[in-house]
């Protein structure tokens, strides 16, 4: 019997010795050819060396048309240089060959465009099918070609990479064997292959095509976190691969639950639309994500896809320039500040603040200012006009004002735009009430002193700064200040808000900040109140070109196309294509705002209503079909979790049947083994427990620890956490959404299913951070069992 087990190991151990010599061998064969690919990017960062210095040589020449074309060809050359100087982890990894297609047609990457075999590429003997591989395909980060044009490396977007992805045993298409290369700067670290043709025999160059390993996908969903996400290019699945290379027109909508990939699909997505159709998103595309967490967590991804530059990542609270969120509101104060209600609010508010009265004191009685007065410190407006035109002192009182700006607000245009009217109404009543407009006949002579009266009356300081204090130009700011008093906004929002309401919503905007549901209101007001136009200013001579004798050639130096560029990136306010992550937290408000800067774009927006943390849905999605309008839509839904093993997905299932019942959960694709742990605070140590679990957490895991608590223990638990790393973050419920970590804490389950109407779904998004470990925390509140498990969580 000992003979026949050694016998059984010696032969294992040749097999073994075997496999691994055959695995040396192809991670060989894969270092070669990435060598080559190296030396070839080599060659082109010379060429565009040479580029770079050459167009300096053309600055040289001192002509308008050379400086022009030297700052393109320095653009163009430093932008290639920039993507050909970034080496990545796995700048090549992925691999398919082929068998013989039906055509001998060639794309421009080189590569066959046949997606089916021809009929003659399997030979059938007997019960054996046989077939030569007829091409092989690199799959990289950027596509490269050798120096005759053959292809060393597809670009991951390019069709011919496609199979790679969409490939499966059950429709392999061309596809034989789909191998991905691990490799770390210039080194391969290892190969792992998947045959989609299992049932036959393939040769590549006289010799059977081998297959290395499996579970390519499992290795890489098993890596560590980080507190940067990194693409997903080397793993993308089938049901993946469809939403990123999806047709661009009109709206795409995705669908998927926790862990399906949506917010790594979005970013993927927005680089092969630059990769299909450069020229048509040269408008830019814009990523909105929900938090700024969210924001950089995901901001390194597109860099590392060789795209950046034509995509702004920005979050919800950071969309209107020159405002930044940095608070969060009370869900009660959330809910009706991102509600549409406050649209009217906001309407009557922008109008009320130009017929605000002095608090304290007597109504102001005089057009000039009190001396060092700023129009803008003024609360309220003038109460009379008073002006001297020829030779006779003319004045308009409060009643003749009060209807001159009832007129002049009956007009549609943003407020902002109705003060050009206002003065007009102002200067037509002082003309009446001066008796000239009937000293001529001769319709010439009239109006040439009816234009004379108007040059006169608005060059006067009196007249000026009257019009300054009673139409003054409003800014959003100006306007969510007044709506901090109470009695002023429960004035505005009469049969709009309740009382309660309006007390909760002017107390939140006295606060030095603001919030995310703030910034929307900024953005609607900057619509209602409108920006009054400008006087261009003349561009001031450039010192060099005076120097150098080319302002007779040049009047004003032309901004290059670099500088261009910058400064549509930082003017623009419309994109070509909107990208919404995490669509199914906006409010209405934000989706208004979010609307404005793709009026003409094409969409796609991912989300899932399971996750949702906004109370009212239905208003929500209304506000999303006024946003995105008429545009037909094509869905897709993402129906795997690739993030949580099966364990933690089955406890989380038991909220998500809670909070929507009936919704299926996403499927998870592994098993860890390790179930869910739980653990109960003794006494009142909370800080204690959370602190212990973390550093147990840390021990056991090489990536990262994310502690998530109710919103309103942010900032205690940070300071629980202070002495524990980098590598343990504390986080509110509300800042969970779309990160994952190695291992999860949840603390007290309860509390957060009470923050708000939403709660069980924004319990659910904290149950689903994890990628393999999880560890639920309970309070009294929680109502824990003998086991430790609250009562949230039980069967």
């Not at 009430?433 to 002193?449: I, K, M, N, V």
């Not at 049969?495 to 309660?500: A, M, Y």
């Not at 136009?533 to 290059?560: H, I, N, V």
């Not at 003017?571 to 070509?576: F, L």
Request: charged share 30%; proline share 6%; aromatic share 4%.
């Amino acid at each position: 019997m000992a003979a026949q087990e050694a016998a059984v190991e010696s032969v294992g151990s040749a097999v073994e010795s075997q496999v691994d010599s055959v695995r040396d061998q192809e991670i060989g064969i894969e270092q070669d050819h990435l060598d080559r690919v190296y030396r070839r990017l080599e060659e082109k960062i010379h060429e565009a060396e040479f580029l770079m210095h050459d167009a300096a040589q053309r600055g040289q020449v001192g002509t308008p048309g050379a400086l022009a074309e030297r700052d393109a060809q320095v653009f163009r050359a430093g932008i290639h240089l920039n993507r050909l100087n970034s080496e990545f982890e796995d700048f090549l990894f992925g691999r398919i060959d082929l068998l013989l297609g039906k055509d001998g047609k060639k794309g421009p990457d080189g590569a066959y465009t046949s997606i089916d075999p021809a009929d003659d590429a399997i030979r059938t003997e007997g019960t054996h099918s046989e077939a030569d591989i007829a091409e092989t395909l690199h799959i990289g980060r950027i596509g490269v070609l050798d120096e005759d044009y053959a292809p060393l490396v597809i670009d991951w977007r390019a069709p011919a990479a496609a199979p790679f992805y969409r490939s499966t045993p059950v429709d392999p298409g061309r596809v034989v064997r789909r191998r991905v290369i691990r490799s770390k700067g210039r080194k391969v670290l290892g190969v792992e292959d998947d045959l989609m043709r299992p049932e036959l025999r393939a040769f590549l160059g006289g010799a059977e095509l081998p297959v290395i390993g499996d579970g390519a996908l499992m290795a890489a969903l098993g890596q560590a976190r980080s507190h940067t996400m990194r693409d997903i290019v080397a793993s993308i699945q089938a049901e993946q691969d469809l939403v990123i290379r999806a047709p661009a027109a009109s709206v795409t909508y995705v669908e998927g639950g926790p862990g399906t990939g949506k917010t790594a699909v979005a970013l993927h997505r927005a680089a092969y639309l630059l990769y299909q159709d450069r020229r048509r998103y040269a408008g830019g595309i814009l990523i909105v994500s929900p938090t700024p967490l969210l924001v950089a967590y995901t901001e390194g991804v597109l860099p590392s896809l060789g795209e950046e530059g034509q995509v702004a990542i920005r979050a919800v609270g950071s969309l209107v320039d020159g405002a930044e969120a940095t608070l969060y509101d009370e869900p009660s104060v959330a809910r009706v500040k991102g509600s549409s209600r406050m649209l009217k609010v906001l309407r009557k508010a922008a109008r009320g603040v130009l017929e605000g009265t002095r608090p304290g004191g007597p109504p102001r009685q005089e057009g000039q200012l009190a001396f060092g007065e700023e129009p803008q410190a003024a609360a309220g407006p003038p109460t009379r006009l008073r002006v001297v035109a020829f030779g006779r002192r003319l004045e308009l009182e409060y009643d003749a004002l009060q209807r001159i700006r009832n007129n002049a607000l009956g007009g549609t245009s943003p407020v902002n735009h109705l003060r050009p009217r206002a003065r007009r109404l102002l200067l037509d009543a002082l003309w009446s009430q001066s008796g000239a407009a009937g000293r001529h006949t001769d319709p010439e002579l009239a109006a040439e002193l009816r234009s004379s009266f108007d040059e006169d009356i608005t060059s006067e300081d009196p007249f000026i700064e009257f019009l300054d204090a009673w139409w003054p130009e409003l800014t959003p700011r100006r306007v969510l200040e007044a709506m901090a008093d109470e009695k002023r906004l429960g004035r505005w929002a009469r049969r709009v808000l309740n009382p309660g309401e309006v007390r909760r919503v002017a107390r939140s905007l006295k606060r030095a900040g603001l919030s995310v549901h703030d910034v929307a209101m900024l953005d609607e007001l900057q619509m209602i109140l409108g920006t009054p136009a400008r006087p261009k200013k003349k561009r001031e001579l450039d010192p060099l070109d005076q120097l150098t004798g080319l302002e007779e050639l040049m009047p004003t130096r032309e901004e290059t196309q670099r500088e261009r560029a910058e400064r549509l990136a930082q003017e623009r306010v419309e994109y070509a294509h909107v990208i919404v992550d995490e669509a199914q937290d906006l409010t209405p408000m934000q989706w208004r705002m979010v609307g404005r800067r793709g009026r003409t774009a094409t969409w796609t927006v991912v989300g899932d209503p399971a996750q949702s943390s906004w109370s009212d849905p239905d208003e929500a999605a209304a506000a999303r079909d006024e946003a995105l309008g008429t545009r037909p839509r094509r869905r897709f839904e993402l129906t795997v979790n690739y993030r949580n093993p099966s364990e933690i997905a089955e406890l989380a299932a038991k909220v998500l049947a809670l909070a929507m019942p009936g919704s299926p959960s996403p499927k998870a694709v592994r098993s860890t083994g390790i179930e869910p742990r739980f653990a109960v605070v003794r006494g009142r140590d909370l800080a204690g427990t959370v602190r212990a679990e973390a550093q147990r957490l840390l021990d056991q895991v090489d990536g990262t620890v994310g502690v998530v608590v109710a919103m309103r223990r942010r900032g205690e638990a940070a300071r629980w956490l202070a002495e524990l790393g980098e590598r343990v973050v504390a986080l509110g419920s509300l800042e969970a959404k779309g990160l994952e970590y190695d291992a999860t804490v949840v603390v007290s389950p309860a509390e957060i299913a009470d923050e708000s109407p939403a709660g069980l779904r924004v319990l659910y998004v904290a149950l689903t951070r994890a990628t393999q470990q999880l560890t639920v925390i309970s309070t009294d509140r929680d109502d824990p069992d003998g086991a430790g498990v609250p009562d949230l969580l039980r069967d």
